[in-house]
């Protein structure tokens, strides 16, 4: 029986509020900052919540410097700039070529979520149509506007438009796929393509995930049906991952996008290999009550072939909504509470907010550069674990790495949930 193909971590690409490479992302975790501010927009507005993780100066002029990306970027959203920009700085990083890689054998997984438009597209038709008459909105008269609004309209929107121009930047003309699971969406996109380099129908892939919730349509939105934060003056503090006082969870924006690829190959191409994918696994957690996440979360150790005691730290999802935090407290307690070992858990998402369908794999990459450094960074703004919870979060100082192993939970509020278990490569 031929061995199992293993798949590794060769490069990273990565935009958030606290850092837009590896290294200012890592030195910003060790250094307990916080990348949630007061956003200018909503100044003056009813909003209970204005704040938000935002990256201020990202301009994907920076990171697309060919040419035909650079016409394109008229044809993107901002969550589609980010993407491909964070592409661009992981096949950078990875220092793969055209040469390197069969383009047949190199795919695109992408995690993304509804990207909202932006108002300047939309205003013309949208005035049209109300006459300026607040909650008046004839479809008649919309139907007949469709004109005002850009040509090239849905193509800025679209999803699986960060897959799309990354597939086109880089050549991958192997397997290509867009998964819309919010939360949870990068980290699907993970354990598909490490599937299918598993069943050797691909060598490598661009993995990642994209999202910014902060143009004005998600930001109402948002705050019309998701619980958040109302910590508008103390922003930095806001977002509470298992904390006693916590009062919701905080919006942001970021990108994170891995090169994913067959160990061997790696190997052969004298990549540098940052951890490995050991085991995956996901579900749905339909009452919301942990147990299936706790199964899902045994079977990702399982299929790693260790046991629970063996993980270093555990990466939470850690919205830090009431509900949210108490749901995955019980999956974890259930799994990892009668252990001989304490294993403690980690909230980077404390620092970055939440990303959506970037959260993921942004998080992820804090405990790759965990491992690597050999030290866990604290978890900030918990001050008083909530009983509810019980769980041993890291707070204090930077903790040494006990074993090579580091697990990342995350799913979302109707349940979609998975695991990913990575450790370091000799």
């Not at 690829?261 to 009452?287: M, Q």
């Not at 990702?300 to 407290?329: C, M, P, R, W, Y």
Request: hydrophobic share 40%; proline share 5%; aromatic share 6%.
């Amino acid at each position: 029986m031929a061995a199992k193909r293993r798949s590794v971590f060769t490069g990273l690409g990565l935009l958030s509020s606290i850092g837009c490479d590896p290294t200012s992302y890592w030195t910003a975790l060790t250094e307990r900052r916080c990348g949630i501010r007061n956003l200018p927009i909503t100044e003056g507005s009813g909003l209970h919540c204005r704040m938000a993780g935002d990256i201020p100066a990202f301009d994907p002029r920076t990171y697309l410097k060919d040419k035909e990306q650079r016409k394109s970027i008229k044809m993107m959203a901002r969550t589609v700039q980010l993407g491909v920009s964070a592409s661009q700085l992981a096949y950078d990083h990875s220092k793969l070529t055209r040469s390197s890689i069969d383009p047949t054998r190199f795919g695109v997984e992408f995690g993304s979520g509804m990207i909202a438009t932006d108002l300047d597209d939309i205003a013309p038709a949208s005035r049209a149509s109300t006459n300026c008459a607040p909650g008046a909105v004839s479809l008649a008269v919309w139907g007949n506007s469709l004109e005002k609004i850009p040509p090239i309209w849905m193509l800025k929107y679209l999803p699986n438009m960060p897959a799309c121009h990354a597939s086109i930047s880089f050549d991958a003309q192997g397997p290509n796929n867009t998964i819309t699971e919010s939360d949870v969406a990068s980290l699907l996109a993970l354990g598909e393509a490490r599937r299918i380099i598993e069943r050797d129908k691909a060598d490598g892939f661009i993995v990642g995930g994209a999202e910014s919730k902060l143009n004005a349509l998600s930001l109402v939105r948002h705050n019309l049906f998701q619980s958040l934060s109302r910590r508008n003056d103390s922003p930095q503090s806001a977002l509470r991952p298992f904390d006693l006082h916590r009062d919701g969870t905080v919006l942001a924006e970021a990108a994170t996008v891995f090169i994913l690829e067959e160990l061997d190959h790696a190997r052969n191409r004298g990549a540098e290999i940052l951890a490995e994918v050991v085991g995956f696994a996901s579900g749905f957690d339909r009452a919301r009550d942990g147990k299936i996440l706790a199964k899902v979360i045994r079977k990702a150790i399982a299929e790693a072939g260790i046991s629970a005691s063996d993980i270093d730290h555990i990466n939470a999802f850690s919205l830090g909504t009431v509900k949210s935090d108490i749901q995955e407290a019980a999956a974890i307690r259930e799994v990892f509470g009668g252990l001989s070992v304490v294993v403690p858990v980690w909230c980077p998402k404390a620092n970055v907010g939440s990303t959506g369908a970037a959260s993921s794999l942004l998080e992820l990459a804090a405990s790759v550069l965990a491992l690597r450094h050999g030290f866990l960074p604290p978890t900030i703004n918990c001050d008083t674990i909530d009983p509810s919870c019980g769980l041993p979060v890291h707070t204090h100082g930077m903790r040494p790495i006990r074993t090579p192993y580091a697990l990342k939970i995350s799913f979302t509020d109707l349940g979609q949930c998975g695991v990913a278990v990575i450790r370091t490569v000799d």
